[in-house]
Nanobody, 125 residues
Framework: QVQLVESGGGSVQAGGSLRLSCAAS????????MGWFRQAPGKEREGVAA????????YYRPSVAGRFTISQDNAKNTLYLQMNGLKPEDTAMYYC??????????????????WGQGTQVTVSS
């Protein structure tokens, strides 16, 4: 059974940094599109960043481009999201996800069949 387990969330002040990790079992990262989604209270889940083809192709939500970096360590089967310059509007539950489809211009939840349980990120002003 595929399992994705996120870690690294927490509370920081605006301008701070966090690095999220997603450890996978029974899944080979190099064969899937791996992504991070987030969902704030009362809002829809939205795609944040995705990576594909062994890390050679990526997508970033425009509001995080230049501040967030997605990467993966295939040997460790671990996905990362380095978040710098955090803003209060980045506050949300962040989810790791895996699926067979990569879209270069957006992310759709229904393209991802495997999900982690989420890790909370809270940014205070």
């Amino acid at each position: 059974q595929v399992q994705l387990v996120e870690s690294g969330g927490g509370s920081v002040q605006a301008g701070g940094s966090l690095r999220l990790s997603c450890a996978a079992s029974k899944i080979t990262y190099s064969r899937y599109c791996m992504g991070w989604f987030r969902q704030a209270p009362g809002k829809e889940r939205e795609g944040v960043a995705a990576i594909y083809s062994g890390g050679r192709i990526g997508y970033y939500r425009p509001s995080v481009a230049g501040r967030f970096t997605i990467s993966q360590d295939n040997a460790k089967n671990t996905l990362y999201l380095q978040m710098n310059g955090l803003k209060p509007e980045d506050t949300a539950m962040y989810y790791c996800a895996a699926g067979p489809v990569f879209r270069p211009t957006n992310m759709r939840s229904y393209d991802f069949g495997y999900w982690g349980q989420g890790t909370q990120v809270t940014v205070s002003s």
